[in-house]
């Protein structure tokens, strides 16, 4: 099965910055559409952000774009997510998930998930 692990997460003021990892060791992420979801407690889980297969596109929540952006580092099979500008709201669990097959959407198609890492904006 395919292994993701976030890293990045912790707690950082109003308008500061963090940026999330997702790694895999095992494939090749440029292999899969990769998105970035959250979930607050008692919340449901949001889609983020994702990004579509090397050379596809991206896509962003309207509540997040402009402050994050995605990417890739294929040298490094990892996939990012920098997340500049945090409020409050944005404080959640945060996990990657990839897809073999399918378009980057921020809904449903995503098979495998990683352990999430948290995120907490707080002055």
């Known amino acids: 099965q395919l292994q993701l692990v976030e890293s990045g997460g912790g707690l950082v003021q109003p308008g500061g910055s963090l940026r999330l990892s997702c790694a895999a060791s095992?494939?090749?992420?440029?292999?899969?559409?990769i998105g970035w979801f959250r979930q607050a407690p008692g919340k449901e889980r949001e889609g983020v952000s994702c990004?579509?297969?090397?050379?596809?596109?991206?896509n962003y929540a309207a509540s997040v774009k402009g402050r994050f952006t995605i990417s890739r580092d294929n040298g490094k099979n990892t996939v990012y997510l920098q997340m500049n500008s945090l409020k409050p709201e944005d404080t959640a669990v945060y996990y990657c998930?990839?897809?073999?097959?399918?378009?980057?959407?921020?809904?449903?198609?995503?098979?495998?998930w990683g352990q999430g890492t948290q995120v907490t904006v707080s002055s």
């Open positions: 095992r494939f090749t992420l440029d292999l899969y559409t």
């Open positions: 998930a990839a897809q073999v097959f399918g378009a980057c959407v921020l809904t449903s198609g995503y098979n495998y």
């Open positions: 990004i579509s297969r090397s050379g596809g596109p991206t």
